[in-house]
């Protein structure tokens, strides 16, 4: 059977290799470091990361995983391991976001803002979890509408919810406040550091770990049950 090293390897080379890559990284690295030049507020980087940055690069890296039914039946046959095969697809990926989350850390400490840290690794790591969930599909197409659904429309969604809730003088309950914490650690913490939600962060910070560690789970314990037998 294939170690799993050479398994992961495989998937990263498909994803870090790609000339695709590198325009990605660049062009989010851009766009985070302007948001935070141009603008005296760091709501643009939120806006910007949440909403363009984030998504983009999981769509992208998702591009590397995601597999339609021929591609599955090949990768089976070649690896004998389905298991072996979802493990290895998410340290890949997982892999693949690295470069982005410390460059994007790099720039928050640079303009001094290293409070958005956690809150930026938390956002990318849910929408990590739903690009892995996403990847149980049978097609590529599905699981690219999928992630694009969750990781961008969601969030831009609860960032209108918020303001709704910002412009009425009103706070939302505590299951709107988890639920913002869940698919966007980033925009509810700027409405918690703005008096809109009181969930604490701390809480909240929590959610967005447990829930997208579970996504994760459920890819890679109940992939068996989804995807196409060879």
């Known amino acids: 059977m294939v170690k799993l ?3 992961i390897k495989w998937y990263l080379k498909t994803i870090m290799t790609s000339p695709v890559y590198e325009i990605v990284l660049l062009i989010v690295v851009l766009v985070q470091y302007a948001s935070l030049f141009l603008s005296s507020s760091y709501f643009m980087f939120i806006f910007d990361s949440s909403i363009l940055s984030f998504p983009v690069t999981a769509v992208f890296v998702g591009s590397g995983i995601f597999r339609d039914k021929s591609i599955q039946i090949f ?3 070649l690896f004998q391991s389905r298991r072996r095969i979802s493990i290895s697809k998410v340290i890949a990926a997982f892999i693949t976001f690295i470069p982005i989350l410390i460059i994007n ?3 928050l400490v640079y303009f001094n803002y290293s409070f958005l840290i956690v809150p930026s690794i938390l956002s ?3 929408i990590f979890g739903i690009m892995s969930l996403s990847a149980i599909y049978n097609s590529t197409n599905q699981a690219i509408t999928t992630t694009i659904m969750f990781s961008f ?3 831009l969604s609860i960032e209108a919810l918020l303001n709704n809730y910002a412009s009425m ?3 939302p309950n505590i299951v709107i406040a988890s639920f913002s914490y ?7 913490f700027y409405f918690f550091k703005d008096g809109i939600i009181s969930l604490n962060p701390d809480y909240g910070y929590l959610f967005s770990f447990v829930f997208a560690s579970f996504l994760v ?3 890679i314990l109940f992939t068996d049950k989804f995807q196409i037998k060879p």
């Open 5 to 7: 090293s050479k398994i």
């Open 75 to 77: 990768e089976l046959n």
């Open 105 to 107: 850390s790099l720039i």
């Open 124 to 126: 990318m790591f849910v």
């Open 153 to 155: 429309l969601l969030p």
């Open 169 to 171: 003088g009103m706070r």
């Open 182 to 188: 869940l698919f966007s650690p980033l925009f509810a």
């Open 217 to 219: 789970c459920i890819y």
